[in-house]
């Protein structure tokens, strides 16, 4: 059974920094390719930042330069670095696992962002 657990969402200044980790079961992590997703109330759930089994990254404009993507997989998981946070960055996070052809994703973890 495929697991998924967000955590590191928070409230923070804009400016600030926080560090989103899922946790991933369930599944051979170092063969998917693992994504963050972001949403907010009333529109439709958005891509942030993939990275593929052989590490290649990609994100969406809006986070180039701010946000990184990583993973660990002796630890099944995968991080989202962010800094230099914006008010427009609050949303909920969510993680995203695709392996062959299954795709899960987590809870969901609540980012909020001051201005």
């Known amino acids: 059974q495929v697991q998924l657990v967000e955590s590191g969402g928070g409230l923070v200044q804009a400016g600030g920094s926080l560090r989103l980790s899922c946790a991933a079961s369930g599944f051979i992590f170092s063969l998917a390719t693992m994504g963050w997703y972001r949403q907010t109330p009333g529109k439709q759930r958005e891509l942030v930042a993939t990275?593929?089994?052989?590490?290649?990254?990609d994100y969406d404009d809006s986070v180039k330069g701010r946000f990184t993507i990583s993973r660990d997989n002796a630890k099944n998981t995968v991080y989202l670095q962010m800094n230099n946070l914006k008010p427009e960055d609050t949303a909920v996070y969510f993680c995203r696992s695709t392996s062959r052809g299954f795709t899960s994703w987590g809870q969901g973890t609540q980012v909020t962002v001051s201005s």
């Open positions: 990275i593929t089994n052989g590490r290649v990254t």
